[in-house]
């Protein structure tokens, strides 16, 4: 539990984070900001005076959820709880939220941050919807407090310049800003001083960094400088766009050490047409030349994807292209999502005009192909050794799992690793989306880890 500090502000707080690692990072920044000020974690929702909602609206569904989730609070009519709405859905929503959940209080945008306490205070005597500027937030040189002590993601921009037609992002995320890189290397250096092993560099599209900031510096020069660091042992990222996966970006990857092998490079489909509808920019060829060269320049990367099942006008022969490009690549993981229309988005205007029942009947044939590609994949790696850095607990409740350096899960007895260690595991199973293993050697036990976090600036 975080220690309560002297302030002004004694209540304590939960925060329910729904979508994506950059609105799980964003939390990070919201806890270190209220604990910064005498706010303490609560244990649970029902014990919290302030109850945060940091929500997404890429897909209907996240919407719902967070809807549904406010119902809840709103049936506790006694409760004298203040109940907040930051992320995706205030920059969508703003003011609608009040008149739709009375119950909240305070609706605020990442740019007012940092005037959280303040804001929170007053809303306890109207309700406040304090967005700022989506193009100004700066929220990365405030206080985050971070799960893990060995682990962290670091954002490296922010927004995103694409129109990808589907994507509510630029429109809730505003454009895309590059964070300075010495402002990163400085981060990276408190982190690893800190004890840090494995940083993930989050950016909506993370292959164009710098191209903004007007200087020399680009992705390739980042990674490789981030993976310089002294005390980096792992460094990831996500999300790259396959249009700008250039290959000095993959000759970094092979080359160094602490690059790991894993790429998330969404194809969202794998038919030409629907991909010119999308706006994504590339074609299937250029896809699959992208997958290839880096299976070939990085040894045993591990390769995943998204892909949008559903978009307008895609006929049965598009997703049999989208079907052909999946057994083609043979990806180690994949996330498949059914199209959703989203409004602001220039899908919008298109008809949604594949019926839920054929996008139904396309997911589970592209599940059931993708399901046993995975399963083959991770079949490769059973009698193998693997380094793992351990989580938590599994979704199980009675194992603990890690992952590692491929991005694969590995699940652990409960009784041979602790969470936030690194331990060389022997892989002894491969189930349809993890691994079971077996711990052979603690790298980084948990006394060593000890005291190495908590508050990270
Ligand atoms: S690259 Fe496309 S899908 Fe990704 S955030 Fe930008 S607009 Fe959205």
Known sequence: MIPVRDSAHTGCFFIRTFGCQMNVHDSEH???VLVDSGYSRAASIEEASVVIFNTCCVRQGAEDRVWGNLSMLAADRDSKRIVAICGCMAQRHGVEIFRRFPIVRLVFGLDALARLPELLESSRGAPICDLGDVNAARIDELSAIRKSGLAAWVPISHGCDNMCAYCVVPSVRGAERSREPGDILSEIATLTDGGVLEVTLLGQNVNTYGRDLGGEENFAWLLQAVGSAEGMRRVKFETSHPRDLGDDILKVMAEADAACEYLHLPVQSGSNRVLEAMNRGYT????????SRARKAIGGVALSTDIIVGFPGETQKDFEDTLDLVKTVRFDAAYMFLYSP??????FGLEDDVPLDEKRMRFAELEFVQSEITRESLGKIVGSDVEVLVEGVAK???HIMGRTRDH???VLPADEAQEDTLVRAVVCGAGGHSLRGSV????????EATNRHEVQG
């Open 30 to 32: 919201i806890a270190g």
């Open 284 to 291: 299937r060829e250029y896809y699959m030349e992208r997958a």
């Open 342 to 347: 989203r409004e602001g988005t220039s899908a």
């Open 396 to 398: 199980d409740g009675r």
């Open 408 to 410: 694969r899960v590995v």
């Open 440 to 447: 052979k050697e603690v790298i980084i036990g948990p006394d």
